[in-house]
């Protein structure tokens, strides 16, 4: 494990000052570079090569967020998911060698909120890793902040201010970027948004390169809330059902 040094002047000039990133990746050449790229945007960076000392690092160092491979040695990407998120909930950016849609949707499944397939620019990675970390304040922020109660469709119930989602009156558990993409469809029920509106809504990412992300997560909300929940227009987006006046 290596600790990366951050110069003060670099670190209050840009948005991810003080923010601390633990980059867990087998491959020297691809960590040393996500490094570089996130000290350049500011952050502290962390570097971990396996999985038992990016369990270790995770632990002592508790980091802000974790870009974590999926192929590691010791085990695997989504065990260290796992046993992290057992210890401290933390957001994690997933990468992936194989453009395997099961393994992003296990990824999805065990914690993880977002993912990035190889190979994939610094630059993407850097913003995505922004915005990310803008989602989990927005929803530490209001989780504190008093707001208006909630919206019910049929047995579906979202609770914006404790950002908690019941179907059936039963808790179900979504990720900070689920729980956004729901409240998006949920905001005009029934209507069809394309991929390219949430991927702009949700992921603040324009780039319409990211519209299977859009996909793996309906999938996965989808097992969440129940298929039915939620309609694809083939070619153009999703929309969410709700009950028939």
């Known amino acids: 494990m290596e600790q990366t040094q951050t110069t003060q ?60 491979d999926v192929m590691l040695p010791g085990f695997d990407g989504l065990e260290v998911c796992r ?20 393994d992003m949707l296990v990824g999805l499944g065990v914690g993880a909120d977002d993912y990035m397939t190889k190979p994939f620019s610094m630059r993407e990675l850097a913003a995505r890793v922004h915005v990310l970390l803008r989602r989990v304040e927005r929803a530490t922020q209001a989780a504190h902040t008093p707001r208006g109660g909630s919206l019910r469709l049929g047995e579906l119930e979202i ?39 949430l991927l702009a809504e949700v992921w603040d990412w324009a780039d319409a390169s990211g519209t299977r992300t859009v996909d793996s997560h309906i999938k996965a909300l989808r097992r969440k809330i129940g298929a039915e929940r939620i309609r694809t227009v083939h070619g153009v987006g999703y929309a969410l059902e709700t009950p028939q006046a």
């Not at 996500?34 to 508790?62: K, M």
């Not at 046993?83 to 453009?99: E, F, K, Y």
């Open 159 to 197: 609770d914006h201010a404790q950002r908690r989602v019941r179907v059936q009156g039963e808790d179900v558990h979504l990720t900070p970027t689920e729980f956004d993409l729901l409240v998006c469809l949920a905001g005009t029920p029934r209507a069809v948004l394309s991929r390219e509106q």
């Open 9 to 68: 002047g670099a670190a209050a000039a840009t948005p991810g000052a003080q923010r601390r990133v633990l980059v867990v990746e087998d491959d020297p050449t691809i960590v040393d570079a996500i490094a570089a790229r996130l000290r350049a945007e500011g952050f502290q960076v962390q570097t971990a090569g396996d999985g038992p000392s990016a369990v270790a690092a995770a632990q002592a160092w508790e980091p802000d967020l974790l870009v974590l």
């Open 83 to 102: 046993r992290v998120q057992a210890q401290r909930p933390v957001p994690v950016m997933m990468l992936t060698a194989r453009d395997d849609e099961t």
